[in-house]
């Protein structure tokens, strides 16, 4: 296997595809949008979790105090 500048390494999807999964994510159940992709829809949360894990990672809550 070879890397790719269109694909996040492991997850057998380009980054178009993925973004694209992430914004409809945003509207859709997750069981229709894997029906709509033709996809499984545990292939589609893994790509949802890896992002959101990603986010909550470089999140800064240093602000945050106990009130």
């Known amino acids: 296997?070879?890397?790719l500048p269109w694909a996040r390494e492991g997850s057998g999807f380009t980054l178009l595809f993925e973004a694209i999964i992430?914004?409809?994510?945003?509207?859709m159940p997750?069981?229709?949008l894997a029906e709509?992709?033709?996809e499984d829809d545990e292939r589609l949360m893994r790509i949802?979790?890896?992002y959101?894990?990603?986010?909550k990672e470089?999140?800064?809550y240093s602000a945050i105090t106990k009130g």
């Open 22 to 27: 992430l914004e409809l994510a945003k509207h």
């Open 30 to 32: 997750i069981s229709k």
């Open 52 to 55: 959101v894990d990603k986010s």
């Open 36 to 38: 709509h992709m033709a």
């Open 48 to 50: 949802i979790t890896y």
């Open 58 to 60: 470089s999140a800064d």
């Open 1 to 3: 296997m070879i890397s």
